[in-house]
């Protein structure tokens, strides 16, 4: 009786030791950080053997994710995938077999497992081989860092070095974060058995990063007040598209991000658009997706010119007048005619509706405006463009329109969180503590 006793304390006892409480679940976070130059967006990770920091243009719907091996490629631990081998072939049709007739290296083997890896940004894909190496990553309690773990066998494609085009230069290959099983965040869930969850929060600052966190629902924490900001959003639900914008890929359903914008609004009044542009049809084309392969949210051309309309008329007040156009940007007003707040510059808010007129994704100033200055022009420009007549999307919610957002992807329920901007919370998303506990 007593050993049974004993017993029972001590399970009781380690049970309750070894499930952690949800404020101490375990998930990963990786530096997110903003190019200069191109305005885009990469992680910071460590891969193969030795472990090398490297950086990875983060491509939010990317169905691969993918590395130039034709430069400098040295690692003691990677791994063709032989043809017809359990995981090319959980491929589908998304591989190749090939052969090569050049000396043998990661670029180069018989036999194998071959992808089409793609650059979105310049929009060129090329065929390559499928190899597995190490990545860690930091596990985080979401409010700092924790010990470093690592996926043995990270599944991606090498790819040739002019691949990288358009890219920021540091960046020798992209990190896809899309809804296909070979996406980092679903690589992450298999290997660490995490919720197929993350998070993004895309900095507005080129000098301090902002942060994704994989397989967890939560907390999210910022500086100064560490508030569980995974407590504060609302959802929306992710929308299929079953026909991806792909080069390769084009008749297998998209692993692209899509949202059901139901109408805009500026200053709460509705901007008159054609409704019919905002749902995705048959052959998938229409709807709203979202992108970091775009610094800035591109429209519909009659949605361009309606929302444009609208917020000049919104944005009227005395010696108030638009700038001529600059490069890039069509409405542009002199900077020393705006105030600014702490949501940014002081102008008409936009309001993307969801499915209901209670759920909508509030745009302030600091994510509806960009600071342009060159010579003697210094001006805040409306940072939505026109994406022509014959866009696939209607709508491409940009990388501007998400700075300083939380944004949560629940890849089980298929819904959006988001946050609107941190800046009304006093935080940014360059607010996390990348410290580490020990």
């Known amino acids: 009786m007593r050993f049974l006793l004993s017993f029972l304390f001590f399970f009781l006892l380690f049970t309750l030791i070894s499930i952690p409480s949800p404020s101490l679940a375990i998930g990963y976070a990786v530096p997110v950080s903003k190019d200069s130059t191109t305005q885009l967006y990469y992680i910071t990770v460590s891969m193969k053997t030795p472990l090398q920091r490297t950086y990875l243009h983060l491509d939010l719907g990317g169905r691969f994710t993918w590395l130039d ?23 589908g049709h998304n591989y190749a077999c090939s052969n090569c007739f050049k000396p043998p290296g990661p670029t180069c083997a018989n036999n ?3 992808t089409f890896p793609e650059n979105f940004v310049i929009r060129k894909s090329y065929i390559s081989i499928a190899i597995v190496d190490t990545l860690q990553l930091s596990t985080s309690d979401g409010t700092t860092l924790g010990k470093p773990r690592a996926i043995n066998n990270f599944v991606f494609s090498c790819a040739p070095s002019f691949l990288c085009k358009g890219l920021a230069k540091k960046t ?3 990190v896809a974060l899309g809804t296909d099983n070979f996406s980092l965040p679903l690589q992450v869930s298999r290997a660490f058995h995490a919720p197929k969850y993350f998070a993004l929060c895309l900095p507005s600052s080129t000098s301090s990063p902002g942060v994704a966190f994989l397989g967890s ?7 100064p007040q560490e508030t569980d900001l995974s407590k504060f959003l609302l959802y929306t639900p992710l929308l299929p598209n079953p026909m991806s914008d792909s080069l390769v890929y084009s008749v297998l359903p998209s692993p692209e991000y899509f949202i059901g914008l139901t109408s805009i609004k500026v200053n709460d009044k509705p901007v008159p658009i054609n409704v019919t542009l905002l749902t995705i049809n048959q052959d998938g084309i229409g709807g709203t997706k979202l992108s970091t392969n775009t610094p800035y949210t591109l429209l519909e051309s009659s949605i361009y010119k309606a929302l444009t309309d609208a917020f000049v008329k919104e944005f009227r007040a005395p010696n108030l007048t638009v700038t001529k156009a600059v490069k890039t940007f069509g409405f542009c007003y002199s900077t020393d005619q705006i105030p600014v ?26 994510n509806s405006m960009v600071w342009y200055s060159k010579g003697e022009v210094n001006a805040w420009c409306l940072g939505f463009l026109d994406g022509g007549v014959g866009m696939r999307a209607s709508v491409v919610i940009g990388g501007h329109q998400m700075e300083d957002n939380l944004l949560q992807f629940d890849l089980v329920s298929k819904r959006l969180g988001f946050s609107s901007s941190l800046l009304f919370g006093s935080t940014t998303c360059s607010n996390f503590n990348f410290t580490t506990t020990k």
């Not at 629902?217 to 500086?223: D, E």
């Open 112 to 114: 194998t497992c071959g």
């Open 172 to 174: 020798p290959g992209v």
């Open 217 to 223: 629902s939560g907390p999210y924490r910022f500086l």
């Open 341 to 366: 707040t702490r949501v940014g510059p002081a102008v008409p808010n936009i309001d993307l509706v969801m499915q209901s007129e209670s759920v909508f994704w509030r745009i302030f100033g600091a």
């Open 69 to 91: 091996c034709q430069k400098n490629y040295t690692s003691t631990s990677y791994k063709h995938l032989p043809c017809k081998s359990p995981v090319c072939l959980a491929f």
